[in-house]
């Protein structure tokens, strides 16, 4: 019997779109937008050490939506505006 790599039949994955979560923020109120996030599986969420937006950072929480930074004062409004950043520039 012989194989090829060629004809493989691949199962298609699905897009999902990225958000990343700097730890910092988490731990100053965005962790809750975190806990909603999490349970979405149109949504990758990812943990970064630090994020390099130091200065966003130090204003209030924020994530960063497909490489857009969202930011806002609470994390429902977080929440919101991620969802309005995913309609406006989806991957898919």
């Known amino acids: 019997m012989v194989f090829s790599l060629f004809k493989k039949k691949k199962e298609p994955q699905q897009l999902k779109n990225r958000v990343e979560f700097c730890i910092t923020n ?5 962790a809750d937008a975190y806990d909603v996030l999490v349970e979405r599986s149109d949504i990758e969420i990812e943990e970064s050490g630090c994020t390099s937006h130091c200065e966003i950072c130090e204003q209030g929480i924020f994530a960063i939506v ?5 930011t806002a004062d609470d994390a429902v409004t977080l929440v919101k505006a ?3 950043e995913i309609k406006q520039n989806p991957l898919y």
């Open 26 to 30: 988490l731990s100053l109120g965005a």
């Open 66 to 70: 497909n490489g857009e930074v969202v």
């Open 82 to 84: 991620i969802d309005e």
